[in-house]
């Protein structure tokens, strides 16, 4: 029979998540003029082989290919670019479509790194493994990023467990302790337009974790960092810092109570335990800061310690980022 004669079939292909069409010369010359217009109108690549070559070779061929185009379309660059630009609904569709992963309803994304500077996660190993097992690669796409790994999922459910348990399933099967990761989760949002926003959510968290020393966090806890991280680099937050911080940080031990005192969420005792002296040496201290950098309020110490986490934060977030360059 003719593929002329064959009922159209492949225009179920993506639905049933086909990446390429392949035919062997040995059976016809070329696809029909229908196939290959559906071909241009999907993305769908088109591979020809001569009669000297199995099918076998061919479905590894196809795989090379597809791994090929994720890499390039989630290379670093394009991650970077995501990161650092804001998307259009129409930006984000045409970004899910470039990638070979078939998107269900809901999408999020996790960033991991090593915890230990000196222990690097093998990119092929990772990648490798990935490409060789097909239920993982039907809800999930990784793509390497700053000595880490970004994971891009999906799943028909919106439950954020869902999410954990693909995450769960990738660290497994590349035998990744999460003990030995600082992993960070996005929020949840839908396939057609989130995958951008998700992709900055857990990278913004990931950065968040590292400050506050955290080993595993989702972007919905981290509280105001949710704001202070996007605009960390404005002029009005980098004033707002100095305001605070220039007071003391050449005073080492006003600079100490003052992180400590942050870092325990205003806890008197907890900050004194941190610092090794009595709580009401903190409290000498907060009280001392309260004058210098508020001089002209009467201030309570919650009050206080919403306006100093603030700065603080800023500044911690704006030190490691020069750390780091």
């Given at each position: 029979m003719l593929l002329t004669e064959i009922p159209f079939s492949y225009r179920s292909t993506k639905e049933t998540?086909?990446?390429?069409?392949?035919?062997?010369?040995?059976?016809?010359?070329?696809?029909?003029?229908?196939?290959?217009?559906?071909?241009?109108?999907?993305?769908?690549?088109?591979?020809?082989?001569?009669?000297?070559?199995?099918?076998e070779s061919i479905i590894f061929d196809i795989m090379a290919a597809i791994r090929r185009e994720d890499e390039r379309i989630?290379?670093?660059?394009?991650?970077?670019?995501i990161l650092e630009n804001d998307f259009s609904h129409e930006d984000a569709a045409l970004l899910k479509n470039e990638l070979s992963l078939k998107f269900k309803p809901y999408v999020a994304a996790a960033y991991f790194k090593a915890m230990?500077?000196?222990?690097?996660?093998?990119?092929?190993?990772?990648?490798?493994?990935?490409?060789?097992?097909?239920?993982?690669?039907?809800?999930?796409?990784?793509?390497?990023?700053?000595?880490?790994f970004f994971i891009i999922m999906t799943s028909k459910e919106e439950s954020f467990f869902s999410f954990q348990l693909i995450l769960k399933e990738f660290l497994e099967t590349n035998g990744i302790d999460i003990n030995t990761i600082r992993t960070a989760f996005s929020d949840v949002g839908k396939s057609d337009n989130d995958i951008p926003r998700c992709i900055r959510e857990s990278y913004c968290a990931y950065k968040v974790a590292?400050?506050?020393?955290?080993?595993?966090?989702?972007?919905?806890?981290?509280?105001?960092?949710?704001?202070?991280?996007?605009?960390?680099?404005?002029?009005?937050?980098?004033?707002?810092t100095s305001d605070y911080i220039d007071l003391i940080k050449h005073k080492k031990t006003l600079m100490d109570t003052a992180f400590a005192w942050i870092e325990t969420g205003g806890d008197f005792l907890k900050a004194a335990k941190k610092l090794s002296c009595h709580q009401n040496t903190i409290r000498y201290r907060i009280s001392n800061m309260k004058k210098l950098m508020e001089p002209h309020l009467d201030l309570t110490?919650?009050?206080?310690?919403?306006?100093?986490?603030?700065?603080?934060?800023?500044?911690?977030?704006?030190?490691?980022?020069?750390?780091n360059h």
């Open positions: 998540g086909v990446s390429a069409f392949a035919y062997k010369r040995i059976f016809f010359d070329q696809l029909p003029r229908d196939a290959l217009n559906y071909a241009d109108e999907h993305a769908i690549p088109i591979f020809s082989f001569g009669r000297e070559i199995y099918f989630f290379e670093e660059s394009k991650i970077k670019y230990k500077e000196d222990a690097l996660l093998s990119t092929d190993r990772l990648l490798n493994n990935y490409y060789h097992n097909k239920p993982l690669h039907e809800k999930s796409l990784p793509g390497s990023y700053d000595g880490g590292g400050l506050e020393h955290l080993d595993l966090v989702n972007y919905s806890d981290i509280g105001t960092w949710r704001f202070l991280m996007p605009n960390l680099h404005s002029d009005d937050l980098r004033a707002y110490d919650f009050q206080f310690f919403e306006r100093l986490a603030a700065a603080v934060r800023i500044f911690k977030a704006l030190d490691s980022q020069e750390q």
